[in-house]
């Protein structure tokens, strides 16, 4: 089970507000490859997963994601605080106001509601490995994307701080697929799925 | 899920027959010597109840919760029935499912790498036992002091329930540091975590065969 720490993983203390600016940020939450995917992700493959310590990086990674789903609705936050209509107007946050005013909601930077689509649960121990492996990535790409776009110091620490952690995960990732891979059979490790076929050698 | 779920069905049931019976703390602490009677517990496998859990002190409920000062036991924060979960959420039925713990050998492992479900395995059966019942207790601890921390979120003066919440606390800190003194850290904060290997990820998780 889960208990929460009134704290953030790393502090988000944003001065200026930029509402168009938010409604790209949004993307690491609700996007193909936010960090709402990234903690449902981990977090749902822990079960068929066949390996005791995979599943301990599956259970601390998904954990972190967590928090990192409380970092980006706080700097969406800071950056919708204290506006007027008048700052909304002509920016690309006008069409999440409508709906959301400056509640946090999950969406893409598209504007595409939060879908479970983005992230996938196989019940393949290599597959899902492999899965997260390119989802680090990716998360990592957007916050490149993000970071070529703002010059708000404010703003670029702790996204460039989320960044690294995608970096970090990849590793810990690379390593559970090798730890997979050596139990599985060398000459064949895609012969079987261990999950499923259970007791077969 | 599903035991919380019983928990809760069948503790309404209890509520009906029960409305009348605002000692809930002698009825706790009846279930509790109950149960520790009838499942055999076995003082030197782990629970010392003096030192550990201290259920005659700690369960004192006369000094706990004065139902008619603020607690409306019906609607806001109903402790006894929360309480019962011991006699619906019966963990040891899970427990007997140690069939298929060997991961190593279900798995058809090729490699012949440990799979690390280690502390799992070197576990005697009275110790899983003890494990068991000292889960359940942090499970009913725990469940306890939610329910009050969700009360006291709307009553954050209410004495009774501020001094009940740290005496259920200090129970659950107690409770903590048997469990994992003896089975495993619970998460990767613990005390018990920093032996001479990681055991944070040795079996079994939650979901699996053997938890506890």
Not at chain 1, 103 to 128: M, Q, W
Not at chain 1, 170 to 182: C, H, K, P, V
Not at chain 2, 3 to 19: A, E, H, V
Not at chain 2, 171 to 198: H, M, V
Request: aromatic share 8%; charged share 25%; glycine share 8%.
């Amino acid at each position: 089970m889960w208990l929460y720490e009134k704290r953030l993983q790393y502090p988000v203390k944003i001065k200026n507000p930029n509402p168009a600016l938010a409604s790209l940020i949004i993307s690491q939450l609700g996007g193909p490859h936010g960090e709402l995917g990234a903690a449902t992700r981990y977090l749902s493959q822990r079960y068929s997963m066949p390996f005791n310590d995979v599943i301990g990086i599956l259970t601390d990674v998904g954990t972190e994601e967590l928090a990192h789903v409380e970092m980006i609705s706080t700097i969406i936050h800071q950056l919708t605080r204290n506006i007027n209509v008048e700052d909304i107007k002509d920016t690309n946050f006008a069409p999440y106001f409508i709906d959301h005013t400056t509640g946090i909601y999950p969406i893409a930077a598209s504007g595409v509601p939060f879908s479970a689509e983005t992230l996938a649960s196989t019940g393949d121990a290599l597959a899902d490995i492999h899965e997260d492996l390119a989802a680090e990535q990716k998360a990592r790409l957007s916050y490149d994307n993000i970071l070529r776009m703002i010059d708000d110091p404010d703003v670029c620490d702790p996204i460039r701080f989320l960044r690294e952690r995608e970096v970090v995960h990849y590793q810990r990732f690379a390593e559970a697929l090798r730890n997979i891979q050596e139990r599985l059979d060398h000459r064949n490790f895609y012969g079987y799925n261990p999950e499923f076929d259970r007791g077969r050698t | 899920m599903d035991n919380m779920q019983n928990m809760q069905n069948s503790n309404r049931r209890t509520q009906i027959n029960d409305l009348s019976d605002l000692d809930m703390g002698n009825r706790i602490d009846m279930n509790m010597r109950r149960n520790n009677t009838q499942r055999g517990m076995d003082m030197q496998n782990g629970m010392d109840m003096q030192n550990g859990m201290d259920m005659q002190n700690g369960m004192d409920m006369q000094n706990g919760m004065d139902m008619q000062n603020g607690m409306d036991m019906q609607n806001g924060m109903d402790m006894r029935n929360n309480m019962d979960m011991r006699n619906n959420m019966d963990m040891r039925n899970n427990m007997d499912m140690r069939g298929g713990t060997d991961m190593r050998g279900s798995m058809g492992m090729r490699g012949g790498r440990n799979l690390r479900g280690g502390m799992d395995m070197n576990m005697t059966a009275a110790n899983r036992e003890a494990c068991a019942r000292l889960l359940h207790t942090i499970q009913m601890y725990s469940f306890v002091l939610l329910e009050t921390n969700l009360y006291l979120d709307s009553h954050p003066n209410d004495q009774t329930a501020l001094e009940y919440f740290r005496k259920y606390s200090q129970l659950l800190k107690q409770a903590r540091e048997e469990y994992e003194s003896q089975c495993g850290p619970l998460s990767p904060n613990s005390n018990f975590i920093a032996t001479d290997t990681w055991r944070w990820v040795d079996g079994p998780w939650p979901w699996q065969p053997g938890a506890n």
